[in-house]
């Protein structure tokens, strides 16, 4: 068995391996910046789930810089290219609280990509900030799922405001708002089902959803966080496009990033709908929640840092 | 995008007169397109050049059917290629001859493994079978209670020890299904990254202690360029013995089917269309070729040419 193991292992770490080095040769291994090298660079892009015209386009300024700049080595063009990368992400973008009373969040997003496991991690993330939060179960449709949050109470000792399986989320968020205005709460984060964007009817009880609390708190929920998997393909654009149509969009959450995929997909997100990126998930755990930071992300695009 | 895929081969061809025989140049050139709409449906980036490649030897020099333009007929190459790819044996769980018949699902994180013991038992026990769901996720909160919730519906029994060692809870299963007359097993995992050395050590004990009859990876259909790395490292590891492609009730093209049968040679064997218990069916080579291409009705009219 132990053979058995460490061929395993060596396998995987060649296939990093393998991805890392091939990244590098693609700088260091050449003489000149060649047509080659911007092919190179455009699989590389591909293969990160930026997408076929996104990648493209950045190959495309790449190029443009590199005659600007009069760039003639090749080792220099991954810092340009990581630049250019951070610069189509934007700024760093943290949470908009209510200008006075407490904050409504309302978190959305595709079946199982980790709603509800972000919440559990950003409600323990601002209760350590020091503000007072509770969550509140609006999925009231998945086996198990309010059952699953509470357990997310416990360990970080927040308060859920649930009503049974099959109740109307629009109810639950209704609950949620009076509990936040009537017990002076901070933060209120709203967890609502897994949808594909596809579904009209299941969309259409998030518009109502959002309704109710902007009926009960003017300007409520202050931030509509839409989670994306970073295993997601090309599909998180439409997911993006549809879910800010319907319930207006204000931060991405890009989970799994553990995983070996890179969620290149939010660069072409970016490009088209400009919603920051805010947080990202590393992980299963309470702690593994962290605010994005594009220079971080760009590089780990070309599996250069460590920090992801 | 990809209605843009069959407008752009008919622009490729629109300078070709006539018929005949397709020319490589004609051919390289409506390889480019056809390889941005696989990439763009999510087909992994090597899988992608190594099919194109092979549709290009095949069309070279084919005489263009009558009934077609040269778009057509490139368009019918890719798709045969696709479902001749894709095919194999499909939908069928094959019972052990002594039982119970043993089931195993794992997967990433969130890629509906659950749901899908659940649907499977469904559909089981709709066939006269004695189903036992097993909860061998003692991890993610609430993952036991979710199959019992399932499991009540369906009323099917589950078979839980709390947060046990998933090896024993498995292999406590298969003991008592035996005294219960449950002919299949279906064994739920907890979600786990092909990476996690510890928890993929975790399956193979659980393989090694219940020697399952089927071991199916469970996957989300909108899986990007990842899918390859994620089957590759599961097949190698644990020995598929087909994959279920799952929320396939959206709208993504759903290049992974493609991908995972390419790099894994494993059959895809149910696919998941909804988050009831019924919505599970059999794969569809051709179905699938045709969503991939997103050109459902250019293919209806090539078929029947
Ligand atoms: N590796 C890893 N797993 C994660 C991460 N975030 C969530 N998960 C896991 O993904 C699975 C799904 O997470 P949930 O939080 O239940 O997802 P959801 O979007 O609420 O799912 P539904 O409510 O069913 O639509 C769980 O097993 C989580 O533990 C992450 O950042 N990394
Ligand atoms: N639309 C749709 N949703 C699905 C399908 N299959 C599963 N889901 C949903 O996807 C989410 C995750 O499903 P689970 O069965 O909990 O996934 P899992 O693989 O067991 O997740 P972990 O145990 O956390 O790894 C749930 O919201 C399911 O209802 C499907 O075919 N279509
Ligand atoms: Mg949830
Ligand atoms: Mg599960």
């Keep these: 068995m132990a053979g058995f193991f460490s061929k395993l292992k060596e396998g995987l770490t060649k296939t990093r391996q393998n991805f890392v080095e091939k990244v590098e040769e693609v700088f260091t291994g050449r003489k000149k910046i060649d047509e080659e090298l911007y092919e190179e660079l455009e699989e590389v892009l591909i293969r990160s789930d930026v997408g076929v015209n996104t990648s493209f386009e950045l190959v495309e300024r790449l190029r443009k810089e590199v005659k600007q700049r009069k760039l003639s080595d090749p080792n220099e063009l991954t810092a340009v290219l990581q630049e250019l990368i951070a610069e189509l992400l934007g700024e760093e973008s943290s949470l908009t609280f209510a200008k006075q009373g407490p904050t409504i969040i309302l978190v959305v997003g595709v079946n199982g990509v980790g709603k509800t496991t972000t919440i559990g991690k950003l409600a323990n993330w601002l209760k350590r900030d020091g503000k007072r939060v509770i969550m509140a179960a609006g999925d009231t449709f998945r086996a198990a799922a309010i059952d699953q949050l509470e357990v997310w109470g416990e360990r970080s000792g927040v308060e859920v405001i649930k009503q049974r399986e099959g109740a109307d989320p629009a109810a639950v968020a209704y609950d949620a708002v009076q509990a936040a205005k009537s017990r002076n709460v901070d933060v209120v984060i709203v967890d609502t089902a897994g949808r594909l964007h596809n579904k009209v009817n299941l969309m259409e009880e998030l518009r109502k959803v959002k309704r109710v609390m902007d009926r009960e708190i003017p300007g409520a929920p202050h931030e509509v966080l839409l989670v994306l998997d970073a295993t997601t393909g090309q599909n998180a654009l439409q997911q993006a496009k549809l879910f800010q149509e319907v319930a207006g969009v204000t931060g991405i959450v890009l989970t799994k990033l553990d995983g070996t995929a890179k969620g290149g997909v939010v660069l072409g997100i970016q490009g088209e709908t400009h919603i920051p990126v805010k947080w990202i998930g590393i992980g299963e755990g309470m702690e593994d929640l962290r605010p994005f930071v594009p220079e971080d992300f760009a590089s780990a695009l070309f599996g250069t840092s460590q920090k992801v | ?305």
Excluded at chain 2, 150 to 178: C, E, T, W, Y
């Design chain 2, 1 to 305: 995008m990809f209605q843009g895929l069959s407008e752009k081969l008919q622009e490729t061809f629109k300078r070709l007169k006539g018929k005949g025989k397709l020319k490589e140049a004609d051919v390289s050139e409506a390889m480019r397109e056809v390889r941005v709409a696989l990439l763009e449906a999510d087909v992994n980036f090597k899988v992608v050049k190594d099919f194109v490649a092979k549709v290009k030897e095949r069309s070279i020099g084919q005489e263009v059917l009558e009934s077609l333009s040269p778009a057509q007929h490139v368009i019918k190459i890719v798709h045969e290629e696709m479902i001749e790819l894709m095919g194999g044996a499909t939908g069928k769980i094959l019972i052990a001859s002594k039982p119970p018949t043993v089931i195993m699902l794992i997967g990433l994180q969130g890629a509906g493994k659950t749901t899908h013991a659940a649907k499977l038992a469904n559909m089981l026990k709709k066939q006269g079978k004695h189903p036992l769901l097993v909860a061998c996720d003692i991890y993610r909160p609430a993952a036991i209670k979710q199959l019992q919730v399932l499991g009540d519906q369906l009323k099917v029994p589950v078979f839980s020890m709390g947060q046990d060692n998933p090896r024993d809870i498995a292999k406590a299963s298969i003991v008592h299904a035996n005294q219960n007359g449950q002919d299949v097993v279906i064994i739920d995992t907890a979600g786990r990254l092909h990476i996690n050395e510890e928890l993929m050590g975790e399956l193979r004990d659980i393989k090694s202690s219940v020697k399952p009859h089927e071991i199916l990876l469970v996957v989300d259909a909108m899986t990007g360029q990842d899918a390859v790395n994620v089957a590759e490292s599961f097949h190698s590891d644990l020995g598929l013995d087909g994959v279920i492609l799952t929320k396939l009730d959206g709208d993504t093209r759903g290049g992974a089917a493609l991908s995972i049968k390419a790099v894994t040679g494993c059959t895809i064997k149910f696919v998941g269309i909804g988050e009831k218990m019924d919505a599970i069916e059999s794969f569809h080579p051709d179905r699938m070729a045709s969503r991939i291409l997103g050109m459902g009705d250019v293919l209806t009219l090539i078929e029947k040419a």
